[in-house]
């Protein structure tokens, strides 16, 4: 692993307060791997041999039931996934697939069963990452079951401006097809929802979103700290 793809990983909040003897041997067992894109990494029900952190690219967390598809979540750099399965040894509960062109770091699971064992600091960090995923997964429960598709869109537009610098403007990073099924919509009311956001100072050309009135836009999403602030990741 480079020094630099290290440094990235000691630094996420799950590795930080680990031992740097315990982190050597964490990662030194790891494998670090380039996939092109729309490659699958697992299937939903597979008892997964490996904890994931996606270095480069973008990884989606999916699920199907009889002939239906939804994008669960879509993770980028620096984060890790499917942590409580791995610490269960339990079957994961979505498939996962990269997005875009990735490195991915892959930790054996018994390795992090005997590090969770021999390192506190490790121990804790794991249990307030788990923390912080439930309380994720609620804010998204909220989120889906109070808001409008159209109140859904509004909110994650601000959140992503802001998180790409609040610059007035935006390309959506993945296909809109995705962006729908993570928001919880066909792409036929993703369309629809654009177009009323048309009146709320919101204009769209392709993958581009200009933010032209942001009080009219924040007035329509009402964004809330406990349903819109990130927590951690899965």
């Known amino acids: 692993m480079r020094t630099a793809d290290a440094t990235n990983v000691r630094d996420l909040p799950l590795f930080r307060g680990m031992t740097d003897e315990h982190f050597e041997a964490l990662v030194q067992p790891a494998f670090l791997q380039r996939f092109p894109p729309h490659v699958t990494l697992f299937e939903r029900g597979q008892t997964p041999d490996f904890l994931y952190v996606v270095l480069e690219g973008a990884v989606e967390l999916f699920a199907r039931h009889i002939e239906r598809e939804t994008t669960i979540a879509i993770l980028t750099p620096v984060s ?6 791995v610490l269960k040894r ?6 996962g697939r990269t997005l875009d062109p990735s490195r991915i770091l892959m930790i054996p699971t018994e390795v992090v069963h005997t590090m969770l064992e021999q390192d506190p600091g490790f ?56 962006l729908a099924s993570r928001l919880g919509m066909t792409p036929e009311n993703l369309s629809r929802n654009f177009a009323t956001l048309t009146r709320h100072g919101v204009e769209v050309q392709g993958r581009t979103i200009r933010i ?12 809330d700290p406990l349903i819109d602030e990130a927590e951690a990741s899965f």
Do not use: C, M
């Open 212 to 223: 032209k009135d942001a009080q009219s836009l924040e007035k329509l999403a009402q964004p």
């Open 80 to 85: 890790t996934f499917i942590l409580a399965a």
């Open 123 to 178: 121990a804790l960090a794991i249990a307030n990452e788990i923390a912080g995923a439930y309380r994720g997964a609620v804010k998204e429960l909220k989120s889906q079951k109070l808001r409008t598709s159209v109140e859904r869109l509004a909110n994650w537009i601000i959140r992503e401006h802001g998180v790409r610098g609040g610059g007035g403007e935006f390309d959506i990073p993945f296909d809109k097809r995705t």
């Open 90 to 95: 339990q079957p994961v509960l979505t498939s």
